[in-house]
């Protein structure tokens, strides 16, 4: 059994002085939690120097919500992922707000990660079906096809730097999260996937859960089968909601 991965993600929320304050209880959550969860935040790009010096010396982990999908050159408003590691051990890739807002295409999420995997962070990759392909029966073949375009030519090293975070689309920020049996249907497939791609090294990739997890179904997603942490959005906003997310990792562990 791995130990469960909590990471919290800001999005374009929180002033500075906000990102400061989530930072230090997330951090005193994780030193709290150590040994039993891992507890990462991505904060705004702007944030994350500010934050990362605050929470020096805890074992809180910071991320990046995303990375460019080039080395580095004449790209205007992007962030390469070699820059992101000077300050993140990690950052999320594909996020559904990136491939539905921002047009990010597979090939374009394919390439973030392998940036990131070149620049040596570890990489969370989303992945998640929409209400329409869940209705038409697709959810499970969408998301692997997003993992098989993504994962395409990723060396078997690579995975002990790998989490998928499992994220339906219907149920990011809208208050409905998916039924734990639900979840573990599609993490478990994800893991099915894992195995086949990466034989026995597969089971050093997490499998995380996202889309409207809170501190009231977090015991209970992470008590599924196959469900080895939560990707959280709105309800990690909130320090004390944060923060007994952790706690619930930690006595579930
Ligand atoms: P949510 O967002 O927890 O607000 O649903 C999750 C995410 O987007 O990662």
Redo the contacts with the bound molecule.
């Keep these: 059994m791995t130990t469960p991965l909590i990471v919290a993600?800001w999005k374009m929320n929180t002033s500075l002085d906000q990102a400061i304050m989530l930072a230090r209880a997330a951090a005193e959550a994780a030193d709290r939690a150590e040994g039993a969860a891992e507890v990462g935040i991505c904060p705004p790009y702007t944030w994350i120097v500010p934050v990362s010096g605050e929470v020096r010396g805890s074992s809180l982990r910071v991320g990046s919500q995303d990375c460019a999908a080039h080395a580095g050159g004449a790209y205007t408003g992007d962030i390469s992922a070699k820059m992101l590691a000077s300050w993140c051990s990690f950052t999320l890739v594909g996020?559904s707000e990136r491939r539905s807002i921002h047009g990010e295409t597979d090939e374009i999420v394919r390439q973030k990660l392998h940036r990131a995997i070149d620049a040596g962070l570890e990489v969370i990759l989303c992945v998640g079906e929409s209400a329409d392909e869940r209705e038409t029966g697709r959810a499970g073949a969408v998301v692997l096809h997003q993992l098989d375009s993504a994962l395409d030519g990723t060396a078997l090293s690579f995975t002990k730097r790998l989490t998928i975070a499992y994220?339906p689309v219907w149920?990011?920020?809208t208050g409905v999260a998916a039924t734990e049996d639900d979840a573990s249907q599609m993490t478990t497939l994800i893991r099915q996937d894992l195995d086949t791609r990466f034989g026995s090294i597969g089971e050093q990739v997490r499998v995380l859960y996202?889309?409207?997890?809170n501190d009231r179904n977090s015991a209970e997603f992470l008590a599924a089968n196959n469900v080895d942490g939560l990707?959280?959005?709105?309800?990690s906003l909130s320090a004390t909601t944060f923060a007994s997310m952790v706690e619930s990792a930690r006595v579930t562990a």
């Design positions: 993600n996020h994220e149920a990011i920020g996202g889309g409207s997890a990707l959280v959005g709105s309800a």
